[in-house]
Antibody, heavy 116, light 108 residues
């Protein structure tokens, strides 16, 4: 059974940093593209970042480019999102999702709150 | 960037009724790379439809998708109590991947 479990969210001040983790089970992470998708409170879904199945390609939404970094540790079957220079507008639930173009499996999400 | 516009914003229906949700793209979605998701309060989205009309694993056959080019439709043939939720469309034919703003299906 495919499972994704995010962690690492919390309250951080503007300009701060957080690293989100997504532990995968039931499939091999490095055989699959993976994404982060976020949802601001009461709002819709926004794609944030993707890492290709090979791990060579990484892609970012313009809103997070040069501030966020996606990566993975194949030995731990875990996906990461390093978030730097956080802004109030980055406040959201962050989901990791197994990606086949569409998002076929989602984690339960982790809440990131950026506030002073 | 492909902008997806969903209509209506809210659909008020009774259990047993038919629901028809629309997703219109600002430019053609090639290869029908269009997906639909269901999201209930406090839960992650769940994949319903991919490739405009393919049902994901475990999705009941009362859910169906259709359309091509710029106009797509999600139909729920007979609403069950558990179907009242927010529905999103998403295109994966070009980058960045984008979502519609959602349609809420509520109990009338």
């Amino acid at each position: 059974e495919v499972q994704l479990l995010e962690s690492g969210g919390g309250l951080v001040q503007p300009g701060g940093s957080l690293r989100l983790s997504c532990a995968a089970s039931g499939f091999i992470l490095n055989n699959n593209a993976m994404s982060w998708v976020r949802q601001a409170p009461g709002k819709g879904l926004e794609w944030v970042s993707l890492i290709s199945s090979s791990g060579v390609g990484t892609y970012y939404a313009d809103s997070v480019k040069d501030r966020f970094t996606i990566s993975r540790d194949n030995s731990k079957n875990t996906l990461y999102l390093q978030m730097n220079s956080l802004r109030v507008e980055d406040t959201a639930v962050y989901y990791c999702a197994k990606t086949s173009g569409y998002y076929d499996y989602w984690g339960q999400g982790t809440l990131v709150t950026v506030s002073s | 960037e492909i902008v997806l516009t969903q209509s209506p914003g809210t659909l008020s229906l009774s259990p047993g009724e038919r629901a028809t949700l629309s997703c219109r793209a600002s430019q053609s979605v090639t290869s029908n790379y269009l997906a639909w998701y269901q999201q209930k309060p406090g839960q992650a989205p769940r994949l319903l439809i991919y490739g405009a009309s393919g049902r994901a694993t475990g999705i009941p056959d009362r859910f169906s998708g259709s359309g091509s080019g710029t106009d797509f439709t999600l139909t729920i043939s007979r609403l069950e109590p558990e179907d009242f939720a927010v529905y999103y469309c998403q295109q994966y034919s070009s980058s960045p991947r984008t979502f519609g703003q959602g349609t809420k299906v509520e109990i009338k």
